[in-house]
């Protein structure tokens, strides 16, 4: 018997970066994840130094918007994990983090990887800014983290909601099961 479609789409779980926290709700796309999320679609969490780099912020609104997000914290325990880090850091600082923002930036990298989550940021990749942690995500990709766009992110949910809908729908009726009310809403 086949296995029931479920709303949840368990293994789609994304990091936030500090600079997409949306404590004014003017990022759009970021709207979209955390309504995604409220609705128990996907999961949205922190690392401890993206939180870290919110709570000193003197923006209490978006302090307050950060605790709202389950954290994680930088546990590298390991030979393995540690070289990870070193590896994550050589390739957003090839000459080296030199100040604190940018070893949290390798941190949250790390994190992203570790608890097996996707980073949303919105580091890097411009004209302004060409590296960063977006410009640099084919060779974090090699390295086994995923960093996306909050675009890209939306882009991603939409297409396995897609996908999870289509199989309800195709299970509903050929199992004459009562498609689910959340097809279709999300």
């Known amino acids: 018997m086949a296995v029931k479609i479920e709303r949840v789409l368990a293994d789609v ?5 500090t600079n997409r926290i949306n404590a004014r709700g003017l990022l759009a796309n970021m709207n979209r994840l955390r309504k995604w999320h409220d609705d ?3 999961a949205l969490e922190m690392s ?3 939180l870290s780099e919110a709570l000193a912020d003197a923006d209490v609104v978006r302090s307050s918007t950060a605790r709202e997000y389950t954290y994680c914290s930088t546990m590298a325990t390991t030979k393995g994990e540690q070289n990870l880090l070193s ?3 050589k390739c957003l600082f090839p000459r080296g983090a030199c100040c604190q923002s940018e070893r949290n930036d390798v941190e949250i990298v ?3 990887w570790k608890y097996e989550a996707i980073l949303v940021t919105n ?3 411009s004209r302004r800014q060409p590296g960063g942690i977006l410009g640099n995500r084919d060779a974090l990709r090699v ?10 992110a939306v882009v991603y ?3 396995r909601i897609e996908r999870r809908d289509r199989l309800a729908r195709e299970q509903a009726l050929n199992l004459r099961y009562e498609l689910p009310s959340w097809v279709g809403t999300d």
């Open 123 to 125: 580091d890097g990749a």
């Open 157 to 159: 949910v939409e297409k």
């Open 110 to 112: 790390f994190n992203a």
């Open 143 to 152: 390295i086994g983290a995923q960093v996306m766009s909050d675009n890209e």
């Open 48 to 50: 401890e130094p993206a």
């Open 13 to 17: 779980v994304f990091h936030i970066d």
């Open 40 to 42: 128990g679609v996907i």
């Open 87 to 89: 590896q994550i850091e």
